[in-house]
């Protein structure tokens, strides 16, 4: 894409309503604008880096054999009071429409796909049963200070199992645990990501919660030295040595909880009396897990973690573009040889910001670091005089000259 | 994909809770799945037809440089009352969340645009600019009882252009017609759909619709039988002849509205104070153009047309798979070559519904002409003694024998 036709305009200083780094960033590079506190418009720059997001979740969640769904964020009351949390949800946005009848705004859908897998399912032979959906969801939040970390209108994916016992809603849930990790890999948080134990609510003793590390974390985690496997604190008093290695060697940081699965058991098929035959034609209570994982927060928690004093330094996967292309100076040849570079390696299905604006090199530069795509390509009449263009990795210092005819080859 | 596996029940009978002939066939069809009045949850089926439609507009908008972005649902009263909205606009759902704040749930988008463009936009350098996106829209509908055609919650593809002058609108206005007129035809829409004058609200004499000719519709339209332009009833007393061609031989039918396009002009950005320096340095106000299009509305329109009593009957390009597949009979070696045809098609990026339940054939081919993928090819002991396959075009009477090693290059 053309920089000179992107909507987008990048900010010098810190927007003044913003305490939070990921929040800053993102706005000062163009990436997102607040309409109010904890909801936020996508431009351009930062679509494209959800999007990003979220079709590696997709992609991962098809290889765990998942079947993507919409389902709607109004959801009637009735749904909600058959699981009593109509009552019992704290963030719960509720409101009235359509004569006066009481809805809520989904901040989750076990309530809407266990009635609805109802109908799906019938005898042991439509189990398993994975599905999931990327939707908008909604929390009254109270506080929404945190950028993309806690906002009130948010993408989530949500995917929900189906099975006929716990045994295989163990084997699935390994697999999801492992998918995460996979994800986050993919996102470029792989390193800072750890498996966290938590509290697990009704139907099992922990649940688990993936927290990455940064001074930007609402949580606290200790983190086993020896095995990595981290314990959040509210479960902590309870654990004195590392539940899986027995060792007492922890290191405590805040973290940033990027997702989180659950066992749910019957918690959610109990109340919508939601049953299959087995093969002896006996009537079963289906078992149930939940997935959770949120494209923006994740968006945020990189802001947070992949960042220097310039801008955000964005991982590869998950950049707005590979390449930013710039040429420097007036000079038609340069100019006449970047446009061809452009040509050349958009058609290769190189992402690529051109930066063909008339601008100051320095100017560039700064607005490049800004917005953090891994590689910054320059074209000048110097690196022209030596048939070469200048390559930089964002968060390198030195650059690195590249034969003209080797750039597609280099950069694939 | 294997329909064994796949998380669709269909069903026989129309569902007692439907009205419309679009939500009977696609409940029936395991499309969509109903949670309350205009409130539907979309199956794997339901949406790989909805995406399919959102990524046609969405391959269109951005050939007309459209940039997309997602704004949020949840808006603040204050830019509603900005344009005088908040008690002006009839199908407004409000709420009240974070410590009593009011809240709209978008309908439409311009309240939240407008004062987005003015931080994007500064001077004649930044016009013409384009945005949209494709976001859940919200109604208070009062009445829901027209299956997608009319939901409380919907996808909407909503651009805004925003121009320096009204000339600069004209043009554009002129390229979006001719962009939705393509929308329709790979839709399969485009014989049935019209480009209809309907009343201009503030800024301009007469607005575009897109309407498609359909019983179910509740539009009333007016087709000059010379020239093809339609009138709304609306505006058809002040209208006794056709605007463009004068012929009075009209055909006065039922018809669904697809689309619509406005010239806005100042009516948005005036309040928002939505100005740019023009190229003398004076500030002027930005001339806006809006253009909407609801890709479910437009798939409950498609199930309207494209059925005959077995179904729906997909047109290619939106229909969720291009083969429905099938071995009959219990046979090892056809059931091998039906698996391995399967692997063949699919490796060819063709997407392929498998039937490969054991089912008796009757039912297969009932259930295929509900679901109404465009193609079914079938595989028996009789076809493959003649080293073929059988071919049915879901609205073809007869059946066409293809040799197995030209189906590929058949299907292409």
Request: hydrophobic residues 35%.
């Amino acid at each position: 894409m053309k920089q000179s036709l992107l909507a987008t305009k990048t900010l010098r200083e810190a927007p003044t309503d913003e305490q939070s780094v990921n929040a800053i960033l993102l706005t000062r590079g163009g990436f997102i604008d607040k309409l109010g506190a904890g909801i936020y418009s996508f431009l351009p720059l930062g679509l494209r880096v959800l999007r990003k997001i979220e079709n590696i979740i997709r992609d991962e969640m098809i290889k765990c054999d998942g079947q993507e769904i919409l389902m709607p964020a109004l959801q009637p009351r009735e749904v909600w009071d058959q699981t009593g949390r109509w009552d019992n949800f704290d963030a719960l946005i509720k409101l009235k429409a359509f004569g006066d009848k009481d809805f809520a705004l989904g901040p989750t859908h076990e309530e809407v796909i266990s009635p609805l897998a109802k109908k799906l399912v019938l005898s042991y032979k439509d189990l398993p049963l994975y599905l999931f959906q990327i939707q908008t969801k909604f929390r009254n939040e109270p506080r929404a200070k945190s950028g993309l970390l806690r906002t009130r209108e948010f993408s989530m994916k949500d995917l929900y199992s189906f099975h006929a016992d716990t045994a295989d809603l163990d084997v699935y849930y390994e697999k999801m645990t492992q998918t995460y990790i996979k994800i986050f890999e993919r996102c470029g948080l792989g390193e800072k990501t750890y498996v966290t134990l938590a509290s697990g609510g009704t139907f099992s003793k922990y649940s688990h919660e993936f927290q990455t590390e940064a001074e930007a974390g609402e949580d606290t985690i200790y983190i086993c030295q020896k095995c990595q496997l981290a314990i959040n604190k509210e479960i902590k008093e309870e654990n004195p040595v590392c539940p899986k290695c027995q060792s007492d060697d922890f290191k405590e940081t805040k973290a940033i909880e990027v997702g989180n699965i659950f066992k749910l058991g019957t918690k959610y098929s109990a109340p919508f009396d939601l049953k299959f035959k087995d093969k002896d034609g006996q009537e079963q209570t289906v078992i149930m897990g939940c997935y959770g994982l949120g494209p923006n927060r994740l968006m945020g928690a990189i802001a947070e973690v992949w960042r220097d004093d310039k801008g955000i330094v964005w991982p590869e996967e998950v950049a707005p573009f590979k390449i930013h292309l710039m040429a420097l100076g007036d000079d038609d040849q340069v100019k006449k040889e970047t446009d061809k570079l452009y040509d050349q390696l958009t058609s290769e299905g190189i992402g690529v910001l051109y930066d063909d604006r008339e601008l100051a090199a320095g100017a560039k530069f700064a607005e490049a670091d800004l917005i953090g795509i891994p590689w910054r390509l320059v074209v000048s009449e110097k690196t022209l005089a030596k048939k070469s263009v200048e390559l930089k990795k964002r968060d390198a210092k030195d650059v690195k000259l590249i034969a003209l005819n080797k750039i597609a080859k280099e950069l694939k």
